[in-house]
């Protein structure tokens, strides 16, 4: 083990010594008479999810992914291009597969991709992603039961769960995350 955790860190990956990455359930939160603050509390929690690597890595500020657990810039470089999946000349479909690639420790997914320049929560605050989450203008269309969907069940987002080698996951599950969103939602959807 210690072996495999030296080798990793050589490598330049990132192998979290954090031995909680869990997340409070909706009902965690039952002591919290206000509604709109138990709404915000429950987009709080959520908030370790949408702030972390796995999801900021791949909704950027710029038109470069991130990647690891130290967001660093992709290397190789590569770009955002037109539709999210890279350049004509470098799709990320080139080096991402269908699953990850544990021996090239290249992550993978059958549709890998950017999130929309409009959805970049790099850098931002959670109560800044909690207004542009539920903008439909800069959240991809969707209505809040959409980000339910999305964030509970999306085969893609679920990937933050299961990263692949040298990546620590998503805080908690993509089930506890779905249950987070849907409580928000269900709440009134405050920020806060």
Known sequence: MAINIAAACLAGYTVSATTSNALASPESFATISDPAKR?????????????????????????????????????????????????????????????NFEPGRVP???????????????????SEICAQIKDPKRNGNRSLQDLVKHIGTDTLVGWAWAPGFGRTPAPGTQQQAGALVAAWANSGAACP
Not at 43 to 66: D, I, M, S, Y
Not at 70 to 85: C, K
Not at 112 to 126: C, I, N, Q, Y
């Open 39 to 99: 709404s915000a509390a429950y987009f709080t929690e959520l908030g370790k999810v949408l702030t972390n690597p796995r999801c900021t890595n791949c909704h950027p500020a710029g038109n470069r992914p991130r990647q690891g657990d130290m967001s660093r810039l992709h290397e190789p470089p590569v770009f955002r291009g037109p539709d999210g999946f890279g350049l004509e000349t470098m799709r990320c479909s080139t080096c991402h597969q269908d699953a």
């Open 108 to 126: 993978g997914h059958p549709e890998w991709h950017l999130a929309p320049l409009e959805m970049a929560w790099e850098g931002k605050t959670v």
